[in-house]
């Protein structure tokens, strides 16, 4: 067998290891055919500098992974069954032409994650303030996971979440929310249970129905499970019941997706009226209302309206909600209540998926609840974001002063206001970009499918979060955003 040139320049790998790939890939090749001797140990020791026992190793190796095999006195053969054609015989090394995959599905690939903490004024929607997280407190809880260890709980099961965790998200939502909870399941965020809910129920074709303006990520996955997007009309209070009553007649819709606290993206609180006007109608026409309470925590004007949720004697509504708000996005902890046969189902689809979520998050996060810990932090970013949201609502109104012809409501809570700076908005987000500031425009929140009779030519709106920011920066982004659009 003729030497291999072999540069051993892997710093960080062990020397059989690299001759072990040398040969193997010599093998694949052709280089060294079906069937050929290896030189012996002694040859190959002398050959490659190496001692005998880092050989021994490289060509054990091989023997177990089954590209050689070892012959009583005659020493090492490459495996004749291994079907490679020589190189030699090879007048050409036939070039290999990849073939395209076949997808069932070809979504959008996912733009890499842009870093928010690079922008000086970031005015991103939904942004919790992450320097005001409590990480000391909450590390408190990591550890009283590893100090009261109990191993059962690191198996496979409990596909729904920690029992701990569920018993305190359960009594939290009981007192804050007024929910009371039948059964909980707890997912990787809202996102995974969007998914979920999608795969239970949507079949190729079903209608979902959804606000014009609304959360891009729900309705892709709406969509990517096979369903056909109607988008309702809405107003400045929100859905229009009407144009929902128009649509159900005219189409079997199976599912409604609702923010009805603070409507995504334009903040609107859905009054108690629609609410049991939508509600209704949604039993009427054997709708399911998929209601995502993402921020509930967050209302300054009063106490935030109890979910629909809370009133839903005909167990149509399914319930969720996330700690990407109230904590932080990464831990992703969301949660879905809805009734028991629901949750069976929604189980069913997380044990395929991915079995359940990381349980040592989920038990910290049930002490932090647990400590009063949560509720403290709650308390404190309530208050903060509350000073930050009249500080963007005074800021705007001085911009108003100043003669700008800025438009807004000011909302009954959330961490964002909708802005009509009666101005075209398109490009706006890149031009503000380059000048290290973050916003969302109106263009990004339609459904690119949607009705075009639905999405207005001039769209003037801007979503600007307020909650992430401190108010010095809110008071001179604003300003900065006020010179570049007027
Ligand atoms: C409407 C809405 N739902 C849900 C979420 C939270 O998603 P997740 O729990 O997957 O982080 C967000 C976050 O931006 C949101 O805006």
Same mark, same amino acid.
């Given at each position: ?45 002398k050959?490659?500098q ?31 069954t ?31 994650? *842009?870093n ?75 996102q #995974? ?20 303006? /609304? ?18 009309k809405?107003?400045?209070? /929100? ?9 159900? *007649? ?26 049991m ?37 005909? /167990? ?18 969301g949660?879905?209540?809805?009734s028991?046969?629901v949750? #069976? ?14 349980v ?5 996060v ?48 959330? *961490?964002?206001?909708?802005v ?9 987000k ?11 425009? #109106? ?5 690119? #499918? ?14 600007? /979060? ?21």
């Amino acid at each position: 067998m003729q030497p291999l040139n072999i540069e051993f320049n892997e710093q960080h790998k062990a020397k059989y290891l690299q001759l072990a790939q040398a040969l193997r890939s010599a093998i694949i090749k052709g280089d060294i055919a079906v069937g050929t001797k290896l030189s012996s140990a002694r040859e190959m020791a002398k050959i490659y500098q190496l001692n005998r026992h880092t050989i021994m190793n490289a060509l054990q190796l091989l023997v177990a992974e089954g590209w050689i095999e070892s012959h009583e006195r005659s020493g090492y053969k490459v495996i004749q069954t291994l079907p490679i054609q020589s190189s030699a015989d090879i007048k050409q090394v036939p070039t290999v032409t990849p073939k395209p995959y076949k997808f069932a599905k070809e979504l959008a690939v996912p733009t890499p994650a *842009m870093n928010l903490n690079n922008f000086k004024y970031n005015f991103a929607g939904g942004l919790p303030d992450l320097n005001c997280f409590p990480y000391r407190e909450f590390k408190r809880s990591v550890s009283y996971v590893f100090n009261h260890l109990d191993t059962s709980q690191f198996h496979y099961g409990n596909v729904a979440g920690e029992l701990n965790l569920k018993s305190q998200i359960g009594s939290y939502l009981h007192k804050a929310r007024n929910l009371k909870t039948t059964d909980l399941l707890i997912c990787n965020g809202s996102q #995974e249970a969007l998914f979920l809910i999608s795969k239970v129920f949507i079949n190729n074709g079903d209608y979902v129905a959804t606000e014009t303006l /609304g959360y891009p990520p729900a309705r892709k996955a709406f969509s990517a499970c096979g369903a056909q997007l109607i988008d309702i009309k809405q107003d400045e209070y /929100g859905l229009c019941v009407e144009d929902l009553k128009a649509q159900l *007649m005219s189409n079997k819709i199976k599912l409604l997706y609702l923010t009805p606290l603070h409507q995504y993206p334009t903040t609107v609180t859905l009054s108690p009226t629609r609410r049991m006007q939508i509600y209704q109608l949604c039993y009427q026409y054997d709708v399911l209302i998929i209601e995502d309470d993402y921020d509930h925590e967050f209302h300054y004007r009063c106490q935030p309206l109890q979910p629909m949720a809370a009133d839903d004697p005909a /167990g149509i509504v399914i319930y969720l909600s996330t700690f990407s708000k109230i904590m932080f996005s990464a831990a992703r902890i969301g949660y879905i209540c809805a009734s028991a046969q629901v949750i #069976e189902q929604l189980s069913a689809w997380k044990q395929l998926m991915n079995h359940k979520n990381d349980v040592v998050m989920q038990l910290a996060v049930a002490n932090f609840m647990q400590e009063g810990a949560f509720e403290r932090h709650l308390k404190r970013m309530t208050k903060l974001y509350k000073e930050r949201y009249e500080q963007m609502s005074a800021s705007l109104i001085k911009l108003q002063s100043n003669g700008l012809p800025i438009e807004f409501k000011k909302p009954d809570g959330g *961490m964002a206001m909708w802005v009509n700076l009666n101005k075209p908005v398109h490009g706006l987000k890149n031009a503000l970009q380059k000048k290290g500031v973050y916003i969302q425009a #109106e263009p990004e929140f339609y459904y690119k #499918e949607a009705a075009r009779s639905l999405i207005p030519k001039q769209q003037s709106y801007i979503r600007l /979060g307020f909650a992430g920011q401190s108010t010095q920066s809110i008071q001179a982004g604003l300003e900065l955003i006020a010179k570049h659009v007027y």
